[in-house]
């Protein structure tokens, strides 16, 4: 299992973790797609942004610790950079509150470009922000 500070851009999926759901925002819907949300989750050395599909977003709340398996860490079309089961990965509710987790560094909030010596490979160039500019901290 990988730890959310070592996750990296790419078009595959490949990243198996764990995570606790930190925050879930309002239901996003589109015309023609299935409704989505994002999430905030982390686990004890990072968090990123996770964006639940369809019936994911029924299906989680805060505090809920989740399995992901297969997931996939890319840009969305709005160039917001989140993690995701995509289409052959899985989500599954393996226990609740039990967790400690780091806010921070938030993965989705680096800048990443593509490896100079490998240009099918992204690597972190800068942190936009040292926590979540669409979940800010809370008082």
């Known amino acids: 299992m990988v730890l959310l500070k070592d996750i990296s851009v790419s078009a595959q999926n490949a990243i198996n973790t ?3 759901l930190v925050q879930k925002d309002d239901e ?3 015309e023609g797609q299935e409704k989505t949300c994002l999430a905030l989750v982390a686990d004890n050395t990072a968090s990123v942004h996770f964006l639940l599909w369809g019936t994911e977003c029924d299906a989680f ?3 809920d610790i989740i399995h992901l398996t297969n997931g ?3 840009y969305q079309n709005n160039n917001l950079l989140v993690l995701r089961a995509g289409r052959r990965g899985k989500t599954e509710k393996v226990g609740e509150f039990t ?3 780091a806010e921070t560094p938030n993965m989705s909030e680096i800048r990443w470009v593509r490896d ?3 240009p099918r490979k992204f690597v972190q160039n800068v942190v936009l922000s ?3 500019r669409i979940f800010p ?3």
């Open 99 to 101: 967790m400690t987790f």
């Open 130 to 132: 040292p926590y979540s």
């Open 61 to 63: 709340e805060p505090g």
């Open 28 to 30: 996003l819907s589109k």
């Open 72 to 74: 996939i860490f890319s």
């Open 18 to 20: 764990q995570f606790i």
């Open 116 to 118: 100079l010596n490998n």
């Open 137 to 139: 901290p809370q008082p």
